[in-house]
């Protein structure tokens, strides 16, 4: 069978170019061995239910493992207990008789007696406990319980007296037999299942897994991943790619998100072949079609970004925080105990660097930065100035940046001349994003340098058919900084070989001289545009 890369459920080694997931494998096992319960708990999409496709493999000669999915269940089966006891047991005894889970050793009575549950309309959760207590009892190997999607629970009452009933056990298991291992996997940890409760049901939220082990495995993409991934493609394909610098590059705009990671693969392997200018498979896999791919990524709607902004959305105060993050360049420390860095975290939107929290990567970030834009645009006169001579800037194809920057500073001081400095210092970069954003929409895209991005300075990298800008957008704080800010741009030209940069000064001193220059630096040409 032909393998190929996947976003689209779980991987398998024989079918999809994935990664190696022994290592993980082996530290999970370590938790299962020493018998403990935990919760999975990942963003949407990030390889939640292929670790636990591979984790039942893994165990299976040790272990009988009972894999079940909460997401199987109808929401009718969270109507009253009696309903979930019934296809639980209906769940357990299906999985124990599928050939293909390869599960033997349970007591042929113990599996007639679920079998019986499974019909008895007046089964409740504690006949249900007894049942599977002792199935685990009289079971060859010791069992394991994974529950995945446990958080698509639909009626949560019903939902947290099982979680009860489960966490009542498992602190019994020395006197009372039961799963040898308890293994959940979902969006929503514990301490944030609140989050989904009806607000009838908050006050009966008693923290029933709050004696769950740590899961402190990480399930991102290394770069030495990704190179492990790419290196069996190139020996089914051949196409000469640079491993190394490949995966490097996709990490730079992942940060190893496992979704992001195979879909850029993917649209590599499938989308960009063909397109102009890259028939060859050398070109494919090369900076430029990386570019390419994530153009059409950022452009598309798939379901990991349609949850995105649903998210933000029901979220203000997240919301809040992001847009003062990547707009406003705010810093926050990395406090998991503050709301709305804990709820960023949980979805996979926010991460830590040096104490700080940041958007977890250079996709995520340019899609809400362009949401965030994108609420905007019919109002706003940066976005409707750039629409109308959009023209002016290209030329045989190629983004005149010298133009857009000269334009820019023309329209910046015709429309906000007047407008207070508070409120040009606050807005300067996002007005001037959304000047960029027609301008390259369709056929560039743009990124923000994170580490550069705060209060007086941010670094915009552009771009255009292959074709790369950087600007580095600041606050003019004197000719000392400035100094610094153009020798900061020159390591960016240098890093990527680049000839010619652009500075855009946001100056509030009275006695400014707004205008351009070009000036020559070690060698560079940056050209500076002052407002």
């Known amino acids: 069978m032909k393998k190929c890369f996947n976003v689209n459920g779980p991987c398998y080694s024989d079918e999809n170019y994935m990664v190696n997931l022994d290592e993980r494998m082996i530290r999970i096992k370590e938790l299962v061995d020493k018998q403990k319960y935990f919760v999975i708990n990942r963003a949407r999409q990030y390889g939640k239910t292929t670790t636990l496709w591979a984790l039942r493999q893994y165990l299976k000669e040790e272990y009988n493992v009972l894999s079940t999915n909460f997401q199987r269940m109808s929401s009718a089966v969270f109507y009253d207990e009696h309903t979930f006891s019934r296809e639980f047991a209906n769940m357990i005894v299906r999985i124990i008789k599928n050939k293909n889970q390869e599960i033997s050793g349970f007591a042929k009575e113990d599996i007639q007696a679920l079998e019986k549950a499974a019909a008895d309309h007046r089964i409740n959760m504690a006949d249900l406990f007894y049942l599977l207590s002792n199935l685990c009892e009289t079971s060859r190997k010791p069992v394991v319980l994974i529950i995945d999607e446990v958080d698509s629970a639909s009626n949560n009452q019903v ?84 491993i190394e610098r490949m995966s490097e590059a996709i990490y730079d705009y992942t940060s190893g998100y496992p979704y992001l990671v195979s879909r850029i693969c993917l649209l590599l392997d499938e989308q960009i ?46 919301k809040k925080m992001l847009y003062a993050i990547l707009f406003y360049g705010q810093s926050f420390a990395y406090n998991p105990d503050n709301y709305a860095i804990d709820i960023g975290r949980m979805f996979g939107f ?24 994108s609420e905007e645009l019919l109002d706003n006169k940066s976005y409707i100035a750039a629409s109308e001579i959009k023209n002016q800037f290209i030329r045989e194809g190629y983004l005149n940046m010298d133009v857009v920057m000269a334009k820019f500073m023309q329209h910046f001081t015709e429309v906000y001349a007047d407008s207070s400095d508070t409120f040009k210092e606050e807005n300067g970069r ?102």
Not at 453 to 470: A, P, S
Request: aromatic share 12%.
């Open 159 to 242: 939902f947290l007296d099982f979680l009860g009933l489960l966490r009542g056990y498992y602190l019994e298991r020395k006197q009372t037999a039961i799963f040898h291992s308890v293994i959940l996997a979902g969006v929503y940890d514990i301490k944030n299942l609140k989050q989904k409760l009806r607000p009838d049901e908050v006050q009966r939220y008693n923290s029933p897994w709050n004696i769950a082990a740590d899961f402190d495995i990480d399930m991102s993409f290394s770069v030495k991943d990704i190179e492990g991934m790419l290196s069996e493609y190139e020996k089914d394909h051949q196409t000469g790619m640079n």
């Open 273 to 318: 072949a063909g397109k102009a200018g890259f028939e060859s498979t050398k070109y494919i896999w090369s900076d430029a079609g990386i570019a390419e791919a994530v153009k059409i990524l950022l452009n598309e709607s798939n379901t990991l970004f349609d949850d995105m902004r649903k998210q933000i959305a029901g979220y203000p105060q997240l």
């Open 430 to 531: 996002r007005l001037f994003l959304l000047y960029l954003k027609p301008i390259i929409n369709g056929k560039g895209n743009y990124y923000i340098e994170a580490q550069t991005r705060n209060q007086r300075r941010t670094d915009v990298v552009i771009d255009y058919l292959g074709q790369q800008h950087v600007v580095e957008m600041k606050i003019w704080r004197g000719e000392e900084y400035n100094r610094r800010g153009e020798e900061q741009l020159f390591d960016y030209l240098e890093y990527y070989h680049l000839d010619k940069g652009y500075l855009l000064s946001f100056n509030f001193n009275k006695k400014k001289q707004a205008g351009i220059k070009e000036i020559n630096h070690k060698g560079k040409r940056i050209l500076e545009v002052v407002v």
């Open 350 to 373: 926010l991460g830590e660097c040096n104490g700080q929290a940041v958007v977890a990567n250079r996709v995520f970030e340019t899609r809400i930065y362009n949401l965030f834009l």
